[in-house]
Structures are given as structure tokens and as C-alpha cells.
């Protein structure tokens, strides 16, 4: 089962797709819930899930009241990039690549490689949505961001070609570091 195929299901669903991520047992996701969201995240793992609730408040945590509404996948870019002590400590993804189906588009297919960059997710699906990031001195700058609203995929690229000055000159050579799955915009939602 591929990432964009858990979409919209609720947590009993993801079962088997996490069985097939770790040798033993799944391990219990860490759970975050707030009013209008939970995340299961499985650090371990390298991927978090986020649900919202489809009846009433994430409270509940009612497996049939929570609908997966994005996955995010974490990579280890092997870049020259210093860790931040408020970031959760994600593993990499197991099972990299990861391919990514999209409808109606050439390709139809992506596969995302654990030294896939931003030049290469352009050349696929042409010029981001919307992007930000990248701004401010380099120990302080948000990592530059792209995200592909029609297609359902944001990616955060690492390391240092990601963030300060010239982010944006240099962010084509930067490897991604989280692919966040949702379900796709239309134009029209994205206005």
C-alpha cells in the first residue's frame, strides 16, 4: 500500500501499512491531541499521521470519528545539517524510496529516494503552489518549503542549502527532509 492510499481512513486502517515498517512489533505512537486535531506520530518510524475528527472534537479519539487527513514522511538527508533541540528526533523512513501516485498528471508515478532535491520534485511537478522559508541568517532562517496544493504534497528540504541568504539560489541542490501527503486542492479551494 502506498502513502496517498491512507488517506481518509481512520487509525484501525493503518495496521498492516505499519506492520510492513518495522521487523517486530508496530511500536504505540506517541499521541497529540488538540481540539481540531491528532497526530499519531511513530518517531521510531519516521512517519507521523495526522487526523481530524469527523464527528464532534479529537476528545473522542474514537477510531471510526478520526479521518487521516495528511502522513508525513521524514528522511535523514546525510548533509552537513545541525540538529534544533525543538524538533522531535524523527528516524528515517524505513522504506525509502517512496513512490507517490498522482492523478491525471505526467508522471504518474514519483519515487522519492533519500537524496531526492528540490531541482528534481520541480522537474516532476513544475513550480510550487505556494513556498516559503529561507529567510533571515542562516542559524535562525525557517528551511525553505514547497508545496504542490493540486498534487497533495508540501516537501521541507534540510541542510544548508535550505535556509539563510540565497536559500533560494542554492535550494535546488537541497535534499528534502519531510514529504507531508494530503489530500489534493483544487484550484479553486487554493484561491
Known sequence: MNVNQLIGKPPSALAHFLNTLSTGTSP???????SDIVYFNYSTLG?????????????????????LEAVD?????????????????????????????LAGTTP????????????EFVGWLGEPTRKGGGTGPSSGSIHIWCEWSQHGIMVEFGGNDARGPQAWERGG????????????KSKSTDE
Do not use: C, M
Open 108 to 119: 504518474a508515478v514519483i519515487t522519492i529516494a533519500k537524496d531526492t532535491t528540490g531541482r
Open 173 to 184: 541542490d537541497a535534499v528534502w527532509r519531510v514529504v507531508t501527503v494530503f489530500v489534493p
Open 47 to 67: 512517519i507521523s499521521f495526522q487526523f481530524s475528527p469527523r464527528n464532534g472534537t479529537s476528545e473522542q479519539l474514537r477510531d471510526n470519528d478520526l479521518q
Open 28 to 34: 504505540a505512537p506517541d499521541v497529540k491531541s488538540y
Open 73 to 101: 514522511v521524514y528522511n535523514a538527508p546525510s548533509v552537513n545539517a545541525p540538529a534544533r533541540s525543538t524538533e522531535p528526533a524523527f528516524s528515517a523512513y524505513p522504506r525509502l524510496p517512496i513512490e507517490l501516485h
